[in-house]
């Protein structure tokens, strides 16, 4: 698990195939390597990855096939920019929100606009996630834990503050840009609660408004 807080902006330093799939080597940026082992988890934009391999400054992970076909892992090129996040510990702060990891879509970049000091980011969703994507909800976006402004249909807004600019990969996002997306894990839960005997009927009724509604969740 992650909390979507970035400790630091690493760089894709090698993309090599192995077996059918891919080893990917990042130089590590500020991160602290110490205290990670072969085995242990980090999050590279999001996913969570298992490091194979520690040298000075660099990690390597394996990437699956499956991994490569979800998320954004796969376009990447040597000199890329990736976020990067250790696991969280018991003992750690949940200053974001529980992350998986786990890369629920691939999400698009539309807009990129400037705000003062902060942007403004649009973002379409994939068709099937936008329901797990609440106005005032979080959205972990390349790993980045963050609030949503405004959600219409499959497009959401996201403010970015200045440090969160400074410290993690947004800054290189332009229209067109591809991303990453988690969903919050809570609502995924409660659409399995809410459909009880019904969740194991892959035709079962999605989370609506009227759902909610009617279980006493909303007005």
């Given amino acids: 698990m992650f909390t979507g ?19 990917l080597t ?20 999001g996913v969570c ?20 076909s979800a998320t954004t892992l796969g376009a ?10 250790t696991a969280l510990t018991l003992s750690s702060p949940l200053g974001g929100h529980l992350v998986s990891g786990h890369v629920d879509g691939v999400g698009q970049v539309l807009e990129v606009r400037q705000d003062a000091r902060s942007w403004q980011l649009q973002i379409h969703a994939p068709a099937g996630l ?22 219409v249909g499959c497009v959401f807004e996201l403010n970015i503050v200045p440090h969160t ?26 659409e399995r609660l809410l459909l009880g005997d019904r969740a194991a009927d892959a035709a079962a009724e999605p989370i609506t ?3 909610l509604r009617r279980h006493g969740f909303a007005n």
């Fill in 26 to 45: 990042v130089r590590s940026g500020k991160l602290d390597l110490g205290i990670l082992g072969s085995g242990d988890s980090i999050a590279v934009n």
């Fill in 209 to 211: 408004l009227e759902l």
């Fill in 165 to 190: 600019l400074a410290e993690t990969i947004v800054r290189d996002y332009r229209s067109g840009t591809h991303v990453n997306l988690e969903v919050d894990l809570i609502a995924r839960y409660l």
């Fill in 76 to 85: 990447l090129g040597p000199g890329a920019r990736v976020n990067l996040e």
């Fill in 5 to 23: 807080l970035i400790q630091a902006v690493g760089s894709i330093e090698r993309i090599a195939p192995v077996g059918g799939d891919m080893r």
């Fill in 130 to 151: 936008s329901r797990y994507i609440a106005h005032k909800g979080s959205v972990s976006v390349d790993g980045t834990s963050l609030t949503v402004n405004r959600v």
């Fill in 49 to 68: 990855l298992t490091v194979v391999a520690l040298d000075q400054g660099r990690f390597s992970a394996d990437v699956s096939r499956e991994t490569l």
